[in-house]
């Protein structure tokens, strides 16, 4: 097989243009360019990120029930059609035409990588299980509830979390950039308020929810943790996973029925469950996501090893963004780049969904990006190993703004 493929990981926005603009660009050496997304999408374990297309608890249910087996090892019978299903995604992805594809990736090296990933996922299953983090995580919180610690390594681990499934929240489900400008606008009020407990819950937390509230409050998770859909969630989980996202086909469906009503027949308690259960449904979607793209980069960096594997590289994608607000740090000077800090430098990947209560979750500041923890665990991989097949690539968004003003 042609060792020609090139599996480019970074921010979804940015990352469409890089791959399209190196599909082109690269033709003359025949390296192909995609994401491990296609992959995903091809074995149909989860639907590719860059369509928007987030209701993957059936498909990962069916996976764990299934054994860890994806459906391109159960389904023999559906190989073409997973397979194009991958050329389909990769052209969805890049722009790339797919006869193109179909030259530079041969059916055999498709058949190689859906059938040796999904292998891969079959052997190390346990690695994408959301129920036994949260079960350490659950002991954690007993034993410092129970004042039971050991030593001062164990006391470090256990009060890393200051709620841990408000972190889980906070961590997985991103935020809302209605809440974020509202904030931004009202930062003084906020600051203004920050230290009087009561007056703040008077402010953003009324007894009964409202629709206005739901919908532009900065605190509108406040409540989440007491939910019951909230306790069932975690419950399912702690017990298994197969049990979790049994629920979350569940709860999909109740949102489902909720929704279909008219706008005029929705409580304000119906309206709040049906956002609410689907930041929690998000979440744990998320979660899975985020273990099953950390284990395939793993995956890929043993490929790219191998003589007789199709994958060549890794590689990851950054690009300058524009300032957001003063406190993210923005640019460093390097000795030849420039670098968006809040982008790419590891000791910038914030970890400050570990000390998140419910009120935090959708916050800007509390949420943490996939492909941040995709970053955080190839730059590992580069530490350790002398001989990795990771590349980091830095683009500046703005360079042909620059050459404008440079050229005046």
Avoid at 134 to 150: A, D, S
Wanted: charged share 30%; proline share 2%; net charge positive.
């Amino acid at each position: 097989m042609k060792k020609n493929i090139c599996i480019v990981f970074g921010l979804t926005n940015y990352r469409k243009k890089f791959l399209s603009k190196l599909n082109k660009e690269h033709r003359d050496v025949n390296n192909i360019y995609i994401t491990a997304d296609d992959i995903f999408s091809a074995i149909d374990i989860v639907k590719n990120r860059a369509e928007n297309i987030i209701k993957d608890s059936s498909r990962i249910y069916d996976f764990i029930v299934k054994n860890n087996s994806t459906h391109y090892i159960i389904n023999r019978d559906q190989h073409q059609k997973c397979i194009n299903e991958f050329y389909r995604s990769i052209s969805t992805n890049t722009g790339t035409d797919i006869n193109f594809l179909k030259q530079n990736i041969t059916t055999e090296s498709a058949e190689y990588l859906l059938s040796e990933f999904s292998r891969f996922l079959f052997n190390n299953s346990e690695r994408l299980s959301i129920s036994s983090t949260l079960t350490k995580r659950e002991n954690y919180q007993n034993i410092r509830n129970n004042n039971k610690l050991n030593n001062l390594n164990e006391s470090r681990k256990i009060n890393k979390y200051k709620d841990y499934k408000a972190g889980f929240l906070a961590k997985n489900v991103g935020f809302n950039i209605n809440n974020f400008n509202g904030h931004l606008q009202n930062r003084s009020i906020g600051a203004h308020y920050e230290g009087d407990e009561k007056l703040s819950d008077e402010l953003f937390c009324p007894k009964r929810p409202s629709k206005e509230f739901t919908d532009h409050s900065f605190y509108r998770n406040y409540n989440i943790g007491q939910k019951e859909y909230t306790k069932k969630a975690f419950s399912a989980f702690l017990d298994s996973d197969k049990a979790g996202f049994s629920y979350m086909k569940i709860l999909e469906d109740e949102i489902y029925d909720k929704n279909m009503k008219n706008n005029s027949n929705i409580s304000p308690s119906e309206y709040e469950f049906i956002l609410q259960g689907r930041l929690i449904r998000k979440s744990f979607e998320r979660a899975f996501i985020r273990k099953l793209s950390k284990l395939s980069i793993d995956w890929l960096e043993n490929e790219a090893d191998k003589t007789n594997s199709p994958i060549k590289e890794i590689i990851i994608y950054m690009e300058d963004v524009p300032p957001l607000r003063n406190n993210v740090p923005i640019l460093s000077n390097s000795k030849d780049k420039k670098i968006c800090t809040y982008n790419i430098d590891p000791n910038n990947f914030h970890h400050k969904w570990r000390n998140s209560d419910y009120k935090d979750i959708e916050n800007y500041s509390s949420h943490s990006l996939i492909t941040h923890s995709e970053v955080r665990h190839a730059l590992k991989i580069m530490e350790t190993k002398r001989n990795h097949h990771i590349k980091l690539i830095y683009a500046d968004k703005f360079a042909s703004a620059k050459s404008i003003f440079d050229n005046l």
